[in-house]
Structures are given as C-alpha cells and as structure tokens.
C-alpha cells in the first residue's frame, strides 16, 4: 500500500519515560469535508502506523479558507463496538463459574 502523507506533527511526550507521539497531518482546500477526507486521515495514520510500528490515535486536518483544524481521534474497531455495546463490558458471573471457585 501507499500513502502520500502532506504532513507530520510530533506530539511531546505526556511524562517521563513515554515515547513521542507522531500525528498526521492532511490539508484539504475545501471549506467543507468529506467522509472520504476523514478516510484518507485514516488511512495515513495507519500508513504512518506501520512504518514507525507503534499505534497512532490523533490525526489533524487542516481545511477551508481560514485554516480551521480539525482533529480525529482514531479508534480500534474493537473500541468502537465497545462505545456501542456498553453491556458487554459487563459480563455477570455465571453459575458454573461461581461453583468452580468453591
């Protein structure tokens, strides 16, 4: 795969010991975005995810006449199931698994 990455932002650390964060930046002319620009943002942080092999989970676009930014956190799906489902965090004790610890 191949992403043409406009930008890069390295993020500070938030603490001692904890490695810098990378955060890709698009630039898009438009006043107005698209689905398929978030896609892209997407997109380049997992291009940029891969290539430094650690996970990145901010992205920025930067758009319109005024420069507005707008930032995207990116999630996991398995994150996003969990923000839909909130129940499955919750699994109540069956039985049988009450039993076996006795």
Excluded at 19 to 46: E, G, S, V
Aim: net charge positive; aromatic share 4%.
């Amino acid at each position: 795969m191949e992403s043409r990455l406009h930008a890069a932002e390295r993020v500070p650390p938030a603490g001692r010991g904890k490695a810098a964060q990378f955060m890709p930046i698009r630039f898009i002319f438009r006043n107005k975005l698209t689905k398929a620009d978030r896609l892209l943002l997407a997109f380049d942080a997992f291009e940029l995810s891969e290539m430094l092999g650690r996970e990145i989970s901010l992205g920025k676009i930067i758009h319109g006449d005024d420069h507005a930014t707008l930032k995207v956190t990116a999630e996991t799906p398995q994150q996003r199931h969990l923000h839909r489902h909130p129940t499955l965090l919750h699994v109540p004790p069956t039985p049988q698994s009450q039993t076996a610890v006795r």
